[in-house]
């Protein structure tokens, strides 16, 4: 039984070695641990914080002309506002000078009153029949209000003869107007349109109511232009 047994043994120990199949091998690599103290990581791979702009090796941060950024505390302080306790019901505080120490209030020289003129023009009480509808009637009446069956070529020294109530001329604008029918009608009074009888009266005229279409108002009135002195 023995000897079988070591029969047996020997045959399989010299039967060759069957060869390995050809073809691609699988090699199994084990996975590596993490946790190793001794595994290089990148130094910024955990940073979430933005990079600095400019660099801190730049020139600009480098030169002197950066300006600086202040603090809350040294800003400049809000304007100082009124008290409520000094505050007037209804009246805004943007009606409060600048001493109150409100640096919104109006300037002075938009609170100062207005200048009135010195001389304050009156109308005067025109005599009945003599108002502005009287004397557009007067005028489309067909009266002969010129005193002159043509115009004229007046120069001032022939203008200067006619300055009386009766015979009144007066030049506006460069025309010679006679006036003398429209004395009781003017608003002004006779007085005052007196004043330019016998001369120029532009400047005055323009001074006084600029507003006033005189060539409207007394154009059938008219006897001429107003010329130089004939040499």
Not at 11 to 20: D, H, K, R, T, V
Not at 58 to 75: C, E, T, W, Y
Not at 168 to 194: C, D, Q, R, S
Request: proline share 11%.
């Amino acid at each position: 039984m023995a000897a079988l047994r070591n029969w047996l043994w020997s045959g399989l120990s010299a039967a060759p070695a069957e060869p390995e199949p050809a073809g691609p091998q699988l090699e199994v690599v084990e996975p590596q641990d993490d946790s190793d103290d001794e595994t290089v990581k990148d130094e910024h791979s955990d940073d979430d914080r933005p990079p600095a702009f400019p660099s801190l090796a730049s020139a600009q941060r480098a030169s002197s002309s950066v300006p600086r950024i202040l603090a809350d505390s040294k800003l400049m302080p809000p304007p100082p506002q009124p008290s409520l306790a000094n505050r007037t019901p209804g009246v805004s505080s943007m009606s409060t000078n600048s001493t109150s120490g409100n640096l919104l209030a109006l300037p002075p020289s938009t609170t100062k009153p207005l200048v009135k003129p010195s001389r304050k023009r009156e109308k005067v009480a025109l005599a009945p029949g003599y108002g502005p509808l009287d004397w557009a009637k007067l005028k489309s009446s067909g009266q002969n209000l010129r005193g002159v069956d043509t115009l004229l070529r007046i120069p001032p020294s022939e203008l200067k003869t006619h300055n009386k109530r009766d015979d009144a001329w007066t030049a506006i604008n460069g025309k010679v107007y006679n006036i003398t029918h429209y004395l009781p009608f003017h608003p002004g009074g006779e007085k005052e349109l007196m004043r330019v009888a016998g001369r120029d009266g532009t400047k005055l005229f323009m001074l006084t109511h600029a507003w006033v279409n005189a060539d409207y108002m007394l154009d059938t009135c008219m006897v001429g232009f107003l010329t130089g002195e004939r040499s």
